[in-house]
C-alpha cells in the first residue's frame, strides 16, 4: 500500500491541507483557552479532480490546494445516505 501520509489512530480521522501558495490562506487561528479551537480558512480554487484513493483517503484537489481525509468509502457512503434521508 502506498505511503499517503494520513493515518487513522483509534477511530479518529486524520486531514492534510496543502496549499501552493500563503495567498490562498484567508484565516489560521489558534484560540487558547478551556476550548480552545484551531480554524484554517482558504481558498482550493475551481475543483480540479476529486478521488477515493485506495479507498481509504478522500482527495479534493483544487487550483490553489489539496484536501485530504481519512475516510473510509463505507464511512463516506453511509454518511452521504444518512445526509440524504435527513
Known amino acids: 500500500m502506498t505511503n499517503i501520509g494520513l493515518k487513522q489512530a483509534q477511530g479518529n480521522h486524520s486531514f ?14 489558534v484560540i487558547d483557552g478551556p476550548r ?3 480554524i484554517i ?11 477515493l484513493i485506495e479507498g481509504i483517503v478522500l482527495r479534493i ?12 468509502e463505507g464511512e463516506l457512503r453511509g454518511t452521504l445516505r444518512n ?4
Request: aromatic share 4%; glycine share 16%; hydrophobic share 30%.
Open 16 to 29: 492534510s491541507i496543502e496549499m501552493a501558495s500563503g495567498h490562498h490562506l484567508r484565516r489560521i487561528e
Open 36 to 38: 480552545g479551537r484551531v
Open 41 to 51: 480558512e482558504g481558498e482550493l480554487g475551481g475543483c480540479v479532480n476529486v478521488e
Open 61 to 72: 484537489s483544487g487550483e490553489y490546494g489539496v484536501f485530504r481525509i481519512d475516510l473510509e
Open 83 to 86: 445526509h440524504k434521508a435527513s
